[in-house]
């Protein structure tokens, strides 16, 4: 004997809506992000196409991000679009994770390549910056298969709950081990200004990736302890608004990172003269950029 069931709610026009109350807004919430990612990357084509002198690979690489989230915008709204309106993805899960597993190591991978200063500082990467991506990509291989593990299932099943476990663990080791390179760069940077006299131009680069340190760690302290409390405190009919602020707070950190290290042929940080060179000496002494 087969037997069916079905949960559904019904809307204020009395249509059946298979997605909880809490978060029968998504569907829409994703589809306008995708279009505001889809103007992202029009206005990024623009500046690398308009600055095309200075443009390198990871700006190439940056706009493969922006293209990625995007087609997982579109695909997360209509994911949700039908499971709302007749109670199953109809296939569009499976292109979700595949977007989603794509999005999250390419991220990852872009963050660790600014922080080395790849392509635009220096034409490779140093063998202890290879183990960290050599290191990243496997965990998160395996972060996205817990991920698709708990979203498809729930806690009827074996080992859910240590599929959670394992989801948690290997993204707080993802996300300590983008900041290192980071790190290094700015230990780097700091060591090289005292011997090759480019001061100015050393200390505007330590400005810069400090201050990207700084956004990074922020990204990551938003999307991984606000938003999770968000989930944990919101009322059932507003489940939808943690989704809506990891949303936020990622275009927030895409936006701030693309302008950081937008292709520019004349960048604020590294056009100098005489007196900002003296000025840089007497700051680099200071220890005020060490971590």
């Known amino acids: 004997m087969d037997v069916r069931t079905e949960v559904f709610n019904f809307d204020a026009g009395g249509v059946k809506d298979y997605l909880p109350a809490g978060l029968t807004q998504l569907p829409t919430i994703f589809f306008l992000f ?15 196409y308009k600055n095309k002198r200075s443009v390198h690979r990871i700006h190439l690489l940056m706009a493969g991000l922006l293209l990625i989230k995007a087609l997982n915008l579109i695909c997360a709204a209509e994911d949700k679009h039908y499971v709302k309106v007749s109670g199953t993805p109809h296939g569009w899960d499976v292109l979700f994770y595949i ?26 990467l140093q ?7 050599m290191i990243v990509i496997p965990l998160q291989v395996l972060a996205n298969v817990a991920s698709i ?4 299932t729930g806690p009827f099943i074996k ?3 240590t599929w959670n476990q394992v989801f948690l663990l290997v993204d707080i080791v993802c996300c300590c081990a983008i900041i290192f390179p980071i790190v290094w760069s700015i230990r780097s940077l700091r060591e090289n200004s005292k011997t090759d006299g480019k001061a100015a131009r050393n200390l505007a680069k330590l400005t ?3 201050q990207f340190y700084i956004v990074v760690i922020g990204y990551l302290y938003f999307t991984r ?10 009322a059932y009919k507003y489940q939808w608004v943690s989704n809506a602020a990891e949303e936020i707070a990622s275009l927030a950190f895409y936006m701030v990172m693309f302008y950081m290290f937008r292709p520019v042929e004349k960048n604020e940080y590294f056009v100098i003269d005489e007196e900002e060179e003296e000025a840089a000496e007497m700051a680099l002494r200071d220890e005020e950029f060490e971590l």
Not at 34 to 48: K, L, N
Not at 127 to 133: D, S, T
Not at 149 to 152: A, S
């Open 34 to 48: 995708s279009i505001i990612y889809f103007a992202f990357i029009g206005i990024w084509i623009y500046i690398c």
């Open 99 to 124: 977007f989603q597993f794509i999005r999250v190591v390419l991220l990852f991978t872009v963050i660790i390549l600014i922080g080395t200063g790849w392509s635009f500082l220096k034409p490779f």
């Open 127 to 133: 063998e202890k910056e290879k183990k960290v991506l």
């Open 149 to 152: 593990v708990i979203g498809e």
């Open 159 to 161: 080992d859910w709950v």
């Open 208 to 210: 810069l990736f400090r």
């Open 225 to 234: 302890i606000v938003v999770f409390a968000l989930k944990t405190i919101a």
